[in-house]
């Protein structure tokens, strides 16, 4: 393990995001850190701020991909190498195949996994041997929910994704993770009537993501599925 790692977080300010940049700042040597909110970023930067630790951010929206393009020319320019790269921007948009508004499935897929793809392709490069990669999934990787079914079709494709990066980055020395949260909380539930257990915590998620991350180098939790005890919501 090395002592002061760089690492890469994306979707950085929010959620799960956040609660993973917490969780790893008192470890990292360099944080660099990706959301679209240029603000919350500077926020984020000043509470961050430490002797030990220098943090980077880049305010990028990932759905659009020459953003994608200049964010990893910057990336490239600003470290030496990185020891893990977390990828986990996302959206969800909710709809129907045959009634959604145009333009959604096309949305889901460049945020949710082309971006990812770009990112890893650009990236990996500075990924020394013992290095990590770890994709923000969703228990929607492996099952379909019929409610949105464009998100679950974007989650399969960043589950098989991901499953391809591991089987060309495992000769180079790179470990992947897939890490399927249940429903966790976030704004987005703001107003929703749930009670409080249907709900994950982000600081329960990125604890099972930091214990991935602890492992030896010769293991890898390959995947990761994380729900609320009473299970999903339908």
């Known amino acids: 393990m090395i002592a002061r790692p760089t690492i890469l977080i994306t979707g950085a300010t929010k959620g799960i995001g956040r ?3 917490q969780r790893f700042a008192a470890s990292a040597g360099e944080l660099h850190l990706v959301a679209r909110n240029a603000r919350d970023l500077e926020s984020l930067q000043k509470k961050l701020r430490s002797d030990d ?24 320019s600003n470290m030496d190498a990185l020891h893990l790269l ?9 709809g129907q195949l045959l009634s959604e508004p145009a333009g959604n499935m096309d949305y889901m897929m460049q945020l949710n996994v082309l971006s990812h793809y ?10 020394p041997v013992g ?6 999934a969703s228990v929607a990787s492996r099952k379909l929910f019929t409610g949105k079914p464009s998100y679950s079709i974007s989650k399969h494709a960043q589950g098989a994704l991901t499953e391809a990066f591991r089987h060309e980055l ?52 390959e995947e990761l599925v994380i729900r609320p005890f009473e299970g999903d919501i339908d």
């Open 86 to 94: 977390i990828n986990n921007a996302g959206v969800y948009l909710p």
């Open 19 to 21: 609660a993973l940049v």
């Open 170 to 221: 495992r000769p180079l020395g790179i470990r992947v993770t897939n890490v399927m949260p249940g429903p966790t909380w976030s704004a987005s539930w703001e107003g929703v009537e749930f009670p409080e257990n249907r709900l994950l915590d982000p600081k329960h998620i990125a604890e099972a993501v930091w214990q991935a991350w602890q492992l030896p180098p010769e293991a890898v939790m």
């Open 118 to 127: 770009e990112l890893v392709r650009g990236l990996h490069g500075k990924m």
């Open 131 to 136: 290095s990590h990669l770890i994709h923000m």
């Open 53 to 76: 630790c220098s943090v980077h951010v880049y305010p990028a929206d990932l759905s659009k991909p020459e953003e994608v393009t200049a964010l990893v020319d910057s990336l490239r």
